[in-house]
């Protein structure tokens, strides 16, 4: 496992915590950042990912709604629903990172924590909303 790999797990426990016990992204990251032992490139990308869900949430959810056309994201399963807004937030928040590379360990992430189906699905949703977030990337 990558190091960066390792920090987009942290990343959606967080997201997945968070939406479980009814907290703030923020208050999830306080609470797991102690046990959590992350170098300063994980942490920041955490974080990252954190201030995006916490200020722009709602921007993150409407990409996945446009882009899960047929699925309310309500009706999701909550690792998934997590998944992607982990991934749609890192997209929107680093642009630096390819967006190619987010998708990729999205779907290992789904793949690990998911359902058997969890990988094509998070697969085509982030696809469709990559592609309207950073069309210049495909």
Do not use: C, H
């Amino acid at each position: 496992m990558t190091l960066r790999r390792r920090a987009r797990e942290v990343a959606f426990r967080v997201a997945y915590q968070a939406e479980s016990a009814g907290d703030s992204f923020a208050l999830a990251w306080t609470a797991r950042q102690e046990e959590e032992k992350l170098n300063d490139d994980q942490r920041e990308l955490v974080a990252d990912v954190v201030a995006m869900l916490e200020s722009r949430g709602s921007e993150v959810d409407d990409a996945l709604r446009g882009a899960a056309e047929r699925w309310p994201l309500e009706r999701l399963a909550a690792t998934d629903r997590a998944v992607l807004r982990v991934a749609l937030a890192e997209v929107m928040a680093r642009p630096g990172t390819p967006v190619r590379v987010i998708i990729d360990e999205a779907i290992d992430v789904a793949r690990t924590f998911g359902s058997a189906e969890s990988g094509r699905f998070v697969n085509g949703v982030l696809d469709r909303a990559a592609r309207a977030l950073r069309p210049e990337e495909f």
